[in-house]
C-alpha cells in the first residue's frame, strides 16, 4: 500500500522532467483491453498497489464511495460473463448491417481470459443524507468512484497490468450473483491481468470504428462554442 503522507502541507514542487513523462506515458498509453491477457495470476502485493492508488482518489466531502469486490474464481467469474454475453446479444441487435458485423468481430473475451477481475461500487449512502459537495449534484458521488477507476488503471499501466472496463450488462443480475446490496450502485467490472502487447492506438480507432476527436474542437473560450 501506499505511505500515508505526514504532516497538514507538503511541497507542491513539479515533477521532474523523468517523473513528469512517466505520468505521461501512462496516461497517453492506457488502453481498454478486451482479449489480451495472460493468465498468470497477479501477485498479492501487485494487487493491493492498484487497490492503494484507487483508494487515494479524489472523493466529494472525503466519502470515499468506493468498495473493490476482487473476483478470481473460475465459476464465478463464468455466471458474470454469461449475463455479459445474453446482454451482449441486445447490444448487437442495435447495430445494423456492417455496423452490427464490426461489433460482433469485437473480441470481448476478458471475463473470462483475465486472471482478476474487480467490481467497483459505489455506496451512495456513505456519509449519510448531506454531503459536503454533493448538495446540489448528487452524482458527485458517482463521479468520485469513476476517479478511483482511472487511479487504479493509471497504476496497471505502469505495472505492466491490463485493464479492460466490461459495461455490458444488466446491473442487477450482476448485483444477484455477488450478493452487492440494492443501495449500491455498480460502477464497473474491471478485467485485470498481465498482457505482453497493446494497441498503439485505442483497438476502435484501429478498427475504424471511431477516431480521436481533434482537442481543438472541444476546447472553448469563456463561453461555450467560442473558440480562440
Sequence with gaps: ?????????????????DERAAVYRAIETRRDVRDEFLPD??????????????HRAPSVGFMQPWNFVLV??????????KA????????????????????RSLKLEGIRKAPLSICVTCDRTRGGAVVLGRTHNPQMDVYSTVCAVQNLWLAARA????VGWVSIFHEQE?????????????????CVGFVDRLYQQ??????????????EDLVFEEAWGIQG
Design 84 to 103: 455479459f454475453e445474453r446482454a451482449n446479444e441486445e447490444a448487437a441487435l442495435m447495430f445494423f448491417g456492417d455496423r452490427q458485423a464490426q461489433y
Design 72 to 81: 478470481r474464481q473460475k465459476e464465478t467469474r463464468e455466471k458474470v460473463w
Design 159 to 162: 505495472e505492466g497490468v491490463g
Design 174 to 190: 450482476i448485483k444477484s450473483i455477488l450478493g452487492v446490496p440494492e443501495h449500491v450502485e455498480i460502477v464497473a467490472w474491471l
Design 1 to 17: 500500500m501506499l505511505p500515508e503522507p505526514k504532516g497538514c502541507l507538503t511541497a507542491a514542487e513539479a515533477f521532474s522532467p
Design 41 to 54: 495470476p497477479l501477485p498479492d502485493e501487485l494487487i493491493a498497489r492498484l487497490l492503494g492508488a484507487a
Design 202 to 215: 485505442p483497438e476502435l480507432a484501429v478498427k475504424g470504428w471511431r477516431q480521436r476527436l481533434p482537442l
